[in-house]
C-alpha cells in the first residue's frame, strides 16, 4: 500500500489481493508507514480471507460488462460451514454505484443457509441480519472502492462445499 493511492484505493487493494488468496507481500518501509495504513494491513477479518483453510480463490460473480468491467462481483467459497461466503464488491468507475447483493451471487442453493446476516469486515459490524429474501443487500460503492462482506447463516445449516 502507498504510492499515489488514496487510501480508500489501498483498502481496496489489500482487499482484492485476500479475497484471491494471493501472498501478502509489503513493497515499503513499514516503520515509516502511517496509522492508516497499518489498520489496512492488519485488519484481522480482511486477512483471514486470504488465509482460510480451503485455500479457494474468489470467483467473479458478477461482472457488469466484458470491456469495461465497471462493477465486478468476487465471491469466495470458505471453509467455515456457519459463514461459508464473502464477497467483494468493486466498483472500478467514476460514479459511485448502488449494487445488490443476490443470494445466487453467493450460490446459495435452495434450503442452503435460508437466512443470512451480512458483516461489513472493513467497518466491523453487521450490514444486514436474518435475510430471507434473493436479494441480501443493496450497498453503495464508491469509485474504486471495494466493499467486503462475510455471509453466516442465521441458523446453521451445513452448507456444501
Known amino acids: 500500500c502507498g504510492g499515489s493511492q488514496t487510501l480508500m484505493e489501498q483498502r481496496s487493494q ?20 502511517g496509522e492508516e495504513v497499518r489498520a ?3 485488519n484481522p477479518e480482511i486477512i483471514a480471507l486470504n488465509q482460510d483453510p480451503l ?22 467459497r470458505l471453509a467455515d460451514p456457519v459463514s461459508p ?5 468493486f466498483n472500478r468507475g467514476v ?3 448502488t449494487v445488490r447483493l443476490t443470494r ?7 434450503g442452503t443457509c435460508a437466512c443470512v446476516d451480512l458483516r461489513d469486515l472493513e467497518a466491523h459490524t453487521r450490514v444486514a ?14 469509485p474504486h472502492e471495494v466493499r467486503v462482506v ?8 451445513e452448507v456444501v462445499l
Open 14 to 33: 489489500f482487499a482484492l489481493w485476500a479475497i484471491q488468496a494471493s501472498p501478502l507481500i509489503l513493497g515499503h518501509d513499514v516503520t515509516k508507514m
Open 40 to 42: 489496512i494491513i492488519t
Open 55 to 76: 485455500g479457494h480463490r474468489a470467483r467473479i460473480a458478477f461482472q457488469s460488462d466484458p470491456y469495461n468491467r465497471t462493477l465486478t462481483i468476487f465471491v469466495k
Open 85 to 89: 461466503r464473502a464477497a467483494a464488491i
Open 95 to 97: 460514479t459511485s454505484l
Open 104 to 110: 445466487a451471487q453467493l450460490a446459495f442453493d435452495s
Open 129 to 142: 441480519a436474518g435475510v430471507h429474501a434473493e436479494t441480501l443487500i443493496m450497498l453503495q460503492v464508491e
Open 150 to 157: 462475510r455471509a453466516r447463516c442465521c441458523s446453521h445449516v
